[in-house]
């Protein structure tokens, strides 16, 4: 199968604590778009940390650098037509905004990945909140380092409550309210 | 018009001094792919400096790092199914060669613009070569600078005897002989 890109592609941006779920719903949005034939990318934290962003520390100047990159690729994939969902912790609402203004607000939409510190901790999924809490690892997201809420997100996911399907249907019904092209 | 995304990408690296044509072909090569119903991304050294790239300089080791960053971006954009066509100056032989291994030499073509420095400075299209040897911009490739020819590229392209179109059809022809699914 072959997909097109669209006329109108936007960015999905999904905030929030390690283990809140972005990856996952990333991974789902990507197939829910690849599904209805449109090109999509995932633009992940953790891969990035790997290639594009793999000179950059876990301080706070470098995760706006982070951030920043990130909005960057984003911007290039929707100049060439492909939606980009982006899943990273980007605690800061500055550098959010700033992210906002590289890719345009009409092509913005901020998910808050809502699940508290407790379950995101209880979760552990790659064993990072013990190894904060031992001081193991240092300016981790909610443990030593900040992690700032968006104040008016397009929507909010509680993967708590929510099973992933659920959390695909609420942010696609949400694009389809605010932005054009989506099937 | 809506395009379709690639099952087999690659990237096109344009390598050559200032003003040797790189951007100009690399748009010209966009539109025969757009032209086509083939997705494809124009990364442009100049674009990279306003956006991406916006904190490094130009000595040898930011333009390392600005070199691996745009085959980061294309890799990613190749991932997508998107054609990346990269017109930089990349003047090292092995900052070339890490972003072949970044992109995979499979799905890499470079492409050597090889106007002369007499050619190049002529030309002078932004004035900088001007300003290089009052010594108003340092590090300046050719000039204060160096640049290092590609041993072994797909094709060589001379656009001081070519003309633009001569030269689309040549990196046509060549990339159609060595990667799957050119039209």
């Given at each position: 199968m072959r997909y097109l890109v669209s006329e109108t592609p936007f960015t999905i941006w999904l905030t929030g604590l390690?283990?809140?779920?972005?990856?996952?719903?990333?991974?789902?949005?990507?197939k829910f778009f690849i599904d209805n034939g449109c090109a999509a990318c995932v633009v992940d934290g953790d891969a990035l940390r790997r290639g594009l962003c793999s000179d950059l520390t876990f301080s706070l100047e470098h995760r706006s650098e982070n951030v920043r990159r990130a909005a960057e690729v984003a911007s290039i994939l929707n100049n060439a037509g492909v939606?980009?969902?982006?899943?990273?912790?980007?605690?800061?609402?500055?550098?959010?905004?700033s992210a906002c203004n590289v890719i345009t607000a009409d092509s913005f939409?901020?998910?808050y990945?809502?699940?508290?510190?407790?379950?995101?901790?209880?979760r552990d999924v790659k064993g990072l909140?013990?190894?904060?809490?031992?001081?193991?690892i240092c300016d981790?997201?909610?443990?030593s380092s900040p992690y700032e809420r968006p104040a008016n997100p397009l929507v909010e996911i509680d993967t708590s409550v929510l099973s992933v399907s659920e959390s695909v249907d609420i942010v696609?019904?949400?694009l389809r309210r605010n932005f054009n092209g989506v099937q």
């Open positions: 390690s283990g809140s779920g972005k990856t996952t719903l990333a991974k789902q949005l990507h939606i980009a969902i982006v899943a990273l912790i980007s605690p800061l609402v500055l550098d959010r905004k939409a901020e998910i990945m809502s699940a508290s510190l407790d379950v995101c901790e209880l909140y013990e190894k904060a809490r031992r001081n193991e981790f997201t909610g443990v696609i019904s949400a």
